[in-house]
Protein backbone atom coordinates (compact mmCIF):
# COMPACT_ATOMS: atom_id res chain seq x y z
CA UNK A 1 0.00 0.00 0.00
CA UNK A 2 2.06 2.91 -1.38
CA UNK A 3 1.04 6.37 -1.03
CA UNK A 4 -0.23 8.13 -4.48
CA UNK A 5 3.45 9.76 -4.56
CA UNK A 6 6.38 7.91 -3.88
CA UNK A 7 9.98 7.90 -4.94
CA UNK A 8 11.74 5.10 -6.22
CA UNK A 9 15.76 5.03 -6.85
CA UNK A 10 15.53 8.89 -6.64
CA UNK A 11 12.83 9.53 -9.11
CA UNK A 12 8.95 10.29 -8.07
CA UNK A 13 6.70 8.69 -9.78
CA UNK A 14 2.62 8.35 -9.45
CA UNK A 15 0.74 5.57 -8.78
CA UNK A 16 -1.74 4.10 -10.54
CA UNK A 17 -3.54 1.20 -10.99
CA UNK A 18 -0.98 -1.18 -12.45
CA UNK A 19 1.26 -0.38 -9.60
CA UNK A 20 2.09 -3.37 -7.46
CA UNK A 21 5.54 -2.71 -6.38
CA UNK A 22 5.72 -3.05 -2.35
CA UNK A 23 7.52 -1.40 0.40
CA UNK A 24 9.32 -4.68 1.03
CA UNK A 25 10.88 -4.17 -2.37
CA UNK A 26 11.54 -0.91 -2.60
CA UNK A 27 13.31 -0.72 0.80
CA UNK A 28 16.18 -3.11 -1.02
CA UNK A 29 16.47 -0.65 -4.13
CA UNK A 30 19.97 0.42 -4.15
CA UNK A 31 21.60 -2.26 -1.89
CA UNK A 32 23.41 -2.95 -5.42
CA UNK A 33 25.02 -6.57 -3.61
CA UNK A 34 27.15 -6.75 -7.20
CA UNK A 35 29.06 -3.97 -6.18
CA UNK A 36 29.66 -4.54 -2.80
CA UNK A 37 33.39 -5.44 -1.81
CA UNK A 38 34.30 -9.04 -0.95
CA UNK A 39 30.13 -9.92 -1.44
CA UNK A 40 29.61 -13.27 -3.60
CA UNK A 41 27.89 -11.39 -6.33
CA UNK A 42 30.26 -8.96 -6.80
CA UNK A 43 33.31 -11.87 -7.14
CA UNK A 44 31.29 -13.57 -9.56
CA UNK A 45 30.55 -10.19 -11.58
CA UNK A 46 34.68 -9.56 -11.24
CA UNK A 47 35.23 -12.77 -12.79
CA UNK A 48 33.07 -12.43 -15.77
CA UNK A 49 34.02 -9.13 -16.07
CA UNK A 50 37.52 -10.44 -16.22
CA UNK A 51 37.13 -13.21 -18.78
CA UNK A 52 35.64 -10.69 -21.29
CA UNK A 53 38.51 -8.11 -20.84
CA UNK A 54 41.37 -11.00 -21.06
CA UNK A 55 39.55 -12.73 -23.91
CA UNK A 56 38.41 -9.61 -25.93
CA UNK A 57 41.50 -7.35 -27.29
CA UNK A 58 42.39 -4.78 -29.76
CA UNK A 59 45.34 -4.59 -31.83
CA UNK A 60 46.41 -2.23 -28.99
CA UNK A 61 46.06 -5.09 -26.62
CA UNK A 62 43.19 -2.93 -24.80
CA UNK A 63 39.83 -4.53 -23.62
CA UNK A 64 37.20 -3.98 -26.10
CA UNK A 65 34.15 -4.41 -23.85
CA UNK A 66 32.98 -1.93 -21.49
CA UNK A 67 31.16 -2.51 -18.50
CA UNK A 68 27.71 -0.93 -17.23
CA UNK A 69 27.18 -1.29 -13.40
CA UNK A 70 25.31 1.52 -12.30
CA UNK A 71 22.00 1.26 -14.22
CA UNK A 72 18.97 2.85 -12.63
CA UNK A 73 16.56 -0.07 -12.47
CA UNK A 74 13.41 1.54 -12.78
CA UNK A 75 13.27 1.18 -16.87
CA UNK A 76 10.14 2.01 -19.34
CA UNK A 77 7.25 -0.86 -20.56
CA UNK A 78 9.39 0.41 -23.97
CA UNK A 79 12.65 -0.74 -22.79
CA UNK A 80 11.79 -3.53 -20.63
CA UNK A 81 9.65 -5.42 -23.87
CA UNK A 82 8.56 -3.00 -26.99
CA UNK A 83 12.11 -2.11 -28.39
CA UNK A 84 13.08 -5.93 -27.60
CA UNK A 85 10.23 -6.71 -29.91
CA UNK A 86 8.37 -8.89 -26.89
CA UNK A 87 5.19 -8.61 -28.24
CA UNK A 88 2.10 -7.17 -27.04
CA UNK A 89 0.40 -9.74 -25.71
CA UNK A 90 3.59 -11.40 -24.41
CA UNK A 91 2.55 -13.37 -20.66
CA UNK A 92 6.17 -11.48 -19.23
CA UNK A 93 4.24 -8.39 -19.05
CA UNK A 94 1.67 -9.31 -16.83
CA UNK A 95 1.16 -7.51 -13.61
CA UNK A 96 1.05 -11.01 -11.70
CA UNK A 97 4.85 -11.71 -13.35
CA UNK A 98 6.39 -7.87 -12.91
CA UNK A 99 6.94 -4.88 -10.71
CA UNK A 100 5.38 -1.86 -12.04
CA UNK A 101 5.97 0.77 -10.40
CA UNK A 102 3.15 2.27 -12.70
CA UNK A 103 1.82 1.41 -16.54
CA UNK A 104 4.27 3.03 -18.02
CA UNK A 105 7.54 2.29 -15.51
CA UNK A 106 8.64 -1.18 -14.22
CA UNK A 107 11.72 -2.65 -11.91
CA UNK A 108 13.47 -4.53 -14.67
CA UNK A 109 12.65 -7.78 -15.60
CA UNK A 110 15.95 -8.71 -17.27
CA UNK A 111 18.97 -6.59 -18.20
CA UNK A 112 18.80 -6.91 -21.50
CA UNK A 113 16.03 -3.83 -21.18
CA UNK A 114 19.41 -1.93 -21.16
CA UNK A 115 20.04 -3.30 -24.85
CA UNK A 116 18.41 -0.95 -27.12
CA UNK A 117 19.69 2.39 -25.27
CA UNK A 118 23.42 1.61 -25.51
CA UNK A 119 22.97 0.48 -28.83
CA UNK A 120 21.86 4.06 -29.89
CA UNK A 121 24.84 5.16 -27.77
CA UNK A 122 26.83 4.05 -30.47
CA UNK A 123 28.37 1.12 -28.70
CA UNK A 124 29.24 -2.34 -30.00
CA UNK A 125 30.74 -4.32 -27.25
CA UNK A 126 29.59 -4.19 -23.54
CA UNK A 127 28.34 -5.71 -20.81
CA UNK A 128 25.74 -4.52 -18.65
CA UNK A 129 25.22 -5.74 -14.90
CA UNK A 130 22.52 -5.17 -12.20
CA UNK A 131 19.46 -6.36 -10.00
CA UNK A 132 16.25 -7.93 -11.58
CA UNK A 133 12.91 -7.79 -10.04
CA UNK A 134 10.51 -10.93 -10.73
CA UNK A 135 7.42 -12.23 -8.71
CA UNK A 136 8.38 -15.50 -8.16
CA UNK A 137 7.22 -18.03 -5.68
CA UNK A 138 10.03 -17.55 -2.48
CA UNK A 139 12.28 -21.06 -2.10
CA UNK A 140 15.72 -21.74 -1.40
CA UNK A 141 16.58 -20.89 -5.43
CA UNK A 142 13.71 -18.24 -5.99
CA UNK A 143 14.02 -14.75 -4.65
CA UNK A 144 12.06 -11.86 -5.97
CA UNK A 145 15.46 -9.87 -6.92
CA UNK A 146 18.10 -11.06 -8.41
CA UNK A 147 21.22 -10.11 -10.37
CA UNK A 148 22.46 -10.88 -14.18
CA UNK A 149 25.19 -10.01 -16.20
CA UNK A 150 23.90 -9.22 -20.21
CA UNK A 151 26.40 -8.94 -22.93
CA UNK A 152 26.23 -7.94 -26.42
CA UNK A 153 28.90 -7.72 -29.48
CA UNK A 154 28.10 -6.43 -33.16
CA UNK A 155 30.33 -7.11 -35.98
CA UNK A 156 31.21 -5.45 -38.69
CA UNK A 157 31.28 -7.02 -42.42
CA UNK A 158 34.98 -6.27 -42.31
CA UNK A 159 35.60 -7.12 -38.95
CA UNK A 160 33.37 -10.93 -39.39
CA UNK A 161 34.91 -11.92 -43.23
CA UNK A 162 38.28 -9.77 -42.94
CA UNK A 163 39.84 -12.05 -45.59
CA UNK A 164 36.63 -12.16 -48.38
CA UNK A 165 35.32 -9.49 -50.12
CA UNK A 166 32.78 -11.61 -51.43
CA UNK A 167 31.04 -12.80 -48.27
CA UNK A 168 27.63 -9.75 -47.14
CA UNK A 169 25.87 -9.95 -43.67
CA UNK A 170 22.65 -9.83 -45.21
CA UNK A 171 20.60 -11.27 -48.33
CA UNK A 172 19.44 -8.90 -50.64
CA UNK A 173 15.93 -9.22 -50.65
CA UNK A 174 16.21 -10.34 -46.64
CA UNK A 175 12.78 -9.17 -44.73
CA UNK A 176 13.76 -8.23 -41.37
CA UNK A 177 10.47 -8.81 -39.64
CA UNK A 178 9.54 -12.51 -39.97
CA UNK A 179 11.68 -15.31 -38.22
CA UNK A 180 12.32 -17.10 -41.40
CA UNK A 181 12.21 -20.80 -39.99
CA UNK A 182 14.00 -22.30 -37.22
CA UNK A 183 17.82 -21.74 -38.76
CA UNK A 184 18.12 -18.11 -39.27
CA UNK A 185 16.27 -14.90 -39.34
CA UNK A 186 15.64 -14.73 -43.11
CA UNK A 187 17.84 -11.11 -43.28
CA UNK A 188 20.88 -13.04 -42.70
CA UNK A 189 23.09 -14.85 -44.60
CA UNK A 190 23.48 -18.01 -43.53
CA UNK A 191 27.37 -17.98 -43.68
CA UNK A 192 27.40 -14.58 -40.87
CA UNK A 193 24.96 -16.13 -38.67
CA UNK A 194 26.93 -19.62 -38.57
CA UNK A 195 30.37 -17.44 -38.04
CA UNK A 196 28.21 -15.33 -35.05
CA UNK A 197 27.01 -18.89 -33.47
CA UNK A 198 30.19 -20.66 -33.52
CA UNK A 199 32.00 -17.61 -31.96
CA UNK A 200 28.92 -16.48 -29.53
CA UNK A 201 29.27 -20.69 -28.25
CA UNK A 202 32.96 -20.45 -28.07
CA UNK A 203 32.83 -17.41 -26.11
CA UNK A 204 30.39 -19.03 -23.73
CA UNK A 205 32.17 -22.30 -23.62
CA UNK A 206 34.97 -20.26 -22.38
CA UNK A 207 33.27 -18.74 -19.92
CA UNK A 208 32.23 -22.15 -18.40
CA UNK A 209 35.43 -23.46 -18.30
CA UNK A 210 36.58 -19.86 -16.65
CA UNK A 211 34.03 -20.39 -14.01
CA UNK A 212 33.31 -24.08 -13.64
CA UNK A 213 37.26 -25.14 -14.55
CA UNK A 214 36.76 -28.49 -16.83
CA UNK A 215 32.92 -29.19 -16.96
CA UNK A 216 31.23 -30.96 -19.30
CA UNK A 217 28.44 -28.86 -20.96
CA UNK A 218 25.31 -29.34 -23.62
CA UNK A 219 23.92 -26.64 -25.99
CA UNK A 220 19.81 -26.85 -26.13
CA UNK A 221 17.87 -24.73 -28.74
CA UNK A 222 15.06 -22.54 -26.66
CA UNK A 223 13.08 -19.20 -27.64
CA UNK A 224 13.94 -15.76 -26.91
CA UNK A 225 11.64 -13.14 -28.54
CA UNK A 226 14.98 -10.66 -28.79
CA UNK A 227 17.29 -13.59 -30.44
CA UNK A 228 16.47 -15.98 -33.10
CA UNK A 229 18.17 -19.10 -33.08
CA UNK A 230 18.25 -18.83 -29.67
CA UNK A 231 20.49 -20.79 -27.34
CA UNK A 232 20.48 -22.33 -23.45
CA UNK A 233 24.13 -23.45 -22.41
CA UNK A 234 23.90 -26.45 -19.51
CA UNK A 235 26.96 -27.17 -17.56
CA UNK A 236 27.41 -30.54 -15.32
CA UNK A 237 28.55 -29.33 -11.68
CA UNK A 238 27.65 -30.72 -8.53
CA UNK A 239 25.75 -34.23 -10.03
CA UNK A 240 23.20 -32.47 -11.49
CA UNK A 241 22.69 -30.18 -14.82
CA UNK A 242 22.63 -26.25 -14.28
CA UNK A 243 20.82 -23.95 -16.51
CA UNK A 244 23.77 -20.96 -17.20
CA UNK A 245 22.45 -18.89 -19.28
CA UNK A 246 20.46 -17.82 -22.82
CA UNK A 247 21.83 -16.40 -25.66
CA UNK A 248 21.52 -16.04 -29.52
CA UNK A 249 21.99 -14.06 -32.42
CA UNK A 250 20.11 -10.66 -31.54
CA UNK A 251 16.77 -9.84 -34.27
CA UNK A 252 18.05 -7.63 -36.86
CA UNK A 253 14.86 -5.09 -36.34
CA UNK A 254 16.07 -4.62 -32.67
CA UNK A 255 19.67 -2.99 -34.41
CA UNK A 256 17.90 -1.03 -36.71
CA UNK A 257 15.64 0.80 -34.42
CA UNK A 258 18.76 1.84 -32.40
CA UNK A 259 20.39 3.05 -36.04
CA UNK A 260 22.75 0.31 -36.04
CA UNK A 261 22.28 -0.61 -40.12
CA UNK A 262 25.50 -2.73 -41.02
CA UNK A 263 26.01 -5.09 -38.30
CA UNK A 264 25.41 -8.31 -36.69
CA UNK A 265 25.16 -9.34 -33.23
CA UNK A 266 25.37 -11.88 -30.54
CA UNK A 267 23.85 -11.58 -27.02
CA UNK A 268 23.28 -13.41 -23.75
CA UNK A 269 22.67 -13.09 -20.20
CA UNK A 270 23.79 -15.02 -17.18
CA UNK A 271 22.04 -15.18 -13.62
CA UNK A 272 24.69 -14.47 -10.49
CA UNK A 273 23.06 -16.05 -7.80
CA UNK A 274 23.28 -19.22 -9.80
CA UNK A 275 27.01 -19.36 -10.69
CA UNK A 276 27.48 -18.45 -7.03
CA UNK A 277 25.23 -21.39 -5.17
CA UNK A 278 26.86 -23.59 -7.39
CA UNK A 279 30.83 -22.18 -7.24
CA UNK A 280 30.45 -21.94 -3.48
CA UNK A 281 28.34 -23.82 -2.37
CA UNK A 282 25.47 -21.77 -0.86
CA UNK A 283 22.65 -23.62 -0.14
CA UNK A 284 19.91 -20.50 0.43
CA UNK A 285 19.37 -17.64 -1.79
CA UNK A 286 18.26 -15.47 1.07
CA UNK A 287 21.91 -15.47 2.33
CA UNK A 288 22.98 -13.11 -0.36
CA UNK A 289 21.11 -10.35 1.39
CA UNK A 290 22.74 -11.21 4.79
CA UNK A 291 24.18 -8.54 6.34
CA UNK A 292 25.70 -11.36 9.11
CA UNK A 293 29.60 -11.08 9.21
CA UNK A 294 29.03 -14.87 9.45
CA UNK A 295 28.11 -14.67 5.59
CA UNK A 296 29.96 -12.05 3.97
CA UNK A 297 33.87 -12.76 6.27
CA UNK A 298 33.54 -16.18 4.32
CA UNK A 299 34.03 -14.42 1.12
CA UNK A 300 36.72 -11.66 1.74
CA UNK A 301 40.04 -12.67 -0.19
CA UNK A 302 42.21 -10.64 -2.36
CA UNK A 303 42.18 -13.19 -5.15
CA UNK A 304 38.80 -13.60 -7.32
CA UNK A 305 39.47 -16.83 -7.94
CA UNK A 306 40.13 -18.71 -4.85
CA UNK A 307 38.34 -21.15 -4.67
CA UNK A 308 35.99 -20.85 -1.57
CA UNK A 309 33.47 -23.29 0.34
CA UNK A 310 30.52 -21.48 2.39
CA UNK A 311 30.63 -23.49 5.82
CA UNK A 312 27.17 -22.70 7.27
CA UNK A 313 26.56 -19.53 9.79
CA UNK A 314 25.56 -20.72 13.17
CA UNK A 315 22.34 -20.18 14.38
CA UNK A 316 23.49 -18.67 17.57
CA UNK A 317 23.63 -15.24 18.14
CA UNK A 318 27.14 -13.18 18.11
CA UNK A 319 28.42 -11.16 20.58
CA UNK A 320 30.65 -8.16 19.12
CA UNK A 321 32.95 -6.43 21.18
CA UNK A 322 35.24 -3.63 20.01
CA UNK A 323 39.10 -2.89 20.90
CA UNK A 324 41.06 0.19 20.87
CA UNK A 325 44.81 0.78 21.08
CA UNK A 326 47.70 3.26 20.42
CA UNK A 327 50.19 2.03 17.93
CA UNK A 328 53.33 0.87 19.13
CA UNK A 329 55.91 4.14 18.05
CA UNK A 330 59.38 2.33 17.58
CA UNK A 331 58.24 -0.91 16.50
CA UNK A 332 56.58 -1.64 12.97
CA UNK A 333 53.24 -2.57 13.76
CA UNK A 334 50.78 -4.27 11.26
CA UNK A 335 47.51 -5.22 11.99
CA UNK A 336 47.81 -8.84 10.25
CA UNK A 337 49.90 -9.34 13.05
CA UNK A 338 46.67 -8.67 15.22
CA UNK A 339 44.19 -10.70 13.21
CA UNK A 340 47.04 -14.09 14.04
CA UNK A 341 47.30 -13.13 17.35
CA UNK A 342 43.04 -12.96 17.86
CA UNK A 343 42.79 -16.39 16.15
CA UNK A 344 45.37 -17.68 18.19
CA UNK A 345 43.90 -16.56 21.41
CA UNK A 346 40.10 -17.08 20.60
CA UNK A 347 40.49 -20.19 18.24
CA UNK A 348 37.19 -21.27 16.70
CA UNK A 349 34.85 -18.56 18.35
CA UNK A 350 36.13 -15.63 16.57
CA UNK A 351 33.92 -15.30 13.32
CA UNK A 352 35.27 -12.24 12.52
CA UNK A 353 38.00 -9.15 13.05
CA UNK A 354 37.33 -6.00 11.16
CA UNK A 355 39.61 -2.30 11.31
CA UNK A 356 36.67 -0.22 12.05
CA UNK A 357 38.21 3.55 13.27
CA UNK A 358 41.93 4.50 12.29
CA UNK A 359 43.19 7.61 13.74
CA UNK A 360 45.77 9.68 13.65
CA UNK A 361 46.10 12.34 16.99
CA UNK A 362 46.71 16.13 15.22
CA UNK A 363 49.70 17.08 18.45
CA UNK A 364 51.76 13.59 19.39
CA UNK A 365 50.84 12.34 15.51
CA UNK A 366 50.30 8.83 17.85
CA UNK A 367 47.78 6.17 15.93
CA UNK A 368 45.19 4.38 17.18
CA UNK A 369 43.49 1.66 15.42
CA UNK A 370 39.87 0.43 16.32
CA UNK A 371 38.68 -3.11 15.77
CA UNK A 372 35.39 -4.88 15.74
CA UNK A 373 35.71 -8.43 16.89
CA UNK A 374 32.60 -11.00 16.52
CA UNK A 375 32.58 -13.77 18.03
CA UNK A 376 30.17 -16.55 17.62
CA UNK A 377 30.01 -20.57 18.88
CA UNK A 378 28.61 -22.64 16.41
CA UNK A 379 27.14 -25.19 19.25
CA UNK A 380 25.55 -22.41 21.77
CA UNK A 381 24.72 -19.11 22.87
CA UNK A 382 27.86 -17.32 24.06
CA UNK A 383 27.71 -16.02 27.39
CA UNK A 384 29.19 -11.91 27.65
CA UNK A 385 31.21 -13.05 30.67
CA UNK A 386 33.06 -16.21 28.44
CA UNK A 387 33.35 -13.72 25.84
CA UNK A 388 34.91 -10.83 28.39
CA UNK A 389 37.83 -12.97 29.55
CA UNK A 390 39.04 -14.17 25.76
CA UNK A 391 38.54 -10.17 24.70
CA UNK A 392 40.72 -8.99 27.88
CA UNK A 393 43.21 -11.50 26.66
CA UNK A 394 43.43 -10.70 23.72
CA UNK A 395 44.06 -7.22 24.74
CA UNK A 396 46.92 -7.84 27.63
CA UNK A 397 48.24 -10.11 24.69
CA UNK A 398 48.44 -7.64 22.14
CA UNK A 399 50.58 -5.09 24.76
CA UNK A 400 52.77 -7.47 25.65
CA UNK A 401 53.46 -8.95 22.26
CA UNK A 402 52.97 -6.05 20.03
CA UNK A 403 53.57 -3.59 22.13
CA UNK A 404 50.65 -1.73 21.85
CA UNK A 405 48.63 0.51 24.65
CA UNK A 406 45.58 -0.12 25.31
CA UNK A 407 42.86 2.86 25.59
CA UNK A 408 40.98 3.07 28.60
N1 LIG B 1 17.03 -11.83 -20.91
C1 LIG B 1 17.11 -13.28 -20.92
C2 LIG B 1 16.64 -13.80 -19.54
O1 LIG B 1 16.50 -13.03 -18.63
C3 LIG B 1 18.51 -13.78 -21.19
C4 LIG B 1 19.02 -13.43 -22.56
C5 LIG B 1 19.75 -12.27 -22.77
C6 LIG B 1 18.79 -14.28 -23.64
C7 LIG B 1 20.23 -11.94 -24.04
C8 LIG B 1 19.26 -13.97 -24.90
C9 LIG B 1 19.99 -12.80 -25.10
O2 LIG B 1 16.42 -14.99 -19.38
Not at 205 to 219: H, I, M, P, S, T
Request: glycine share 6%.
Amino acid sequence: PLRKDFVVAGNSFVADEFTNITDRILSRIGRNLHLQKHHPLNLVHQRIVNYFYQTFLNSRRNPIFSVYDHLSPVVSVNQNFDSLLIPKDHVSRSKSDCYYVNKEYLLRAHMTAHQSELLSGGLNNFLMIGDVYRRDEIDRTHFPIFHQVDAVRLKSRDELFPNDESLKLFEDKGNTDNFGGQEKQSCHTLEAVKLMEHELKTTLEGLAKYLFGNVQYRWIDTYFPFTQPSWELEVFYNHEWLELLGCGIMRQPILTNSGVRDRIGWAFGIGLERVAMCLYKIPDIRLFWSQDSGFLSQFVTNDINTPITFKAVSQYPPCTNDISFWLPENVEYSSNDFYDLVRSEGGEIIEQVKLIDNFIHPKTKKISHCYRIVYRHMEKTLLQEEVTKVHKQIGSRAVSKLGVTLRQ
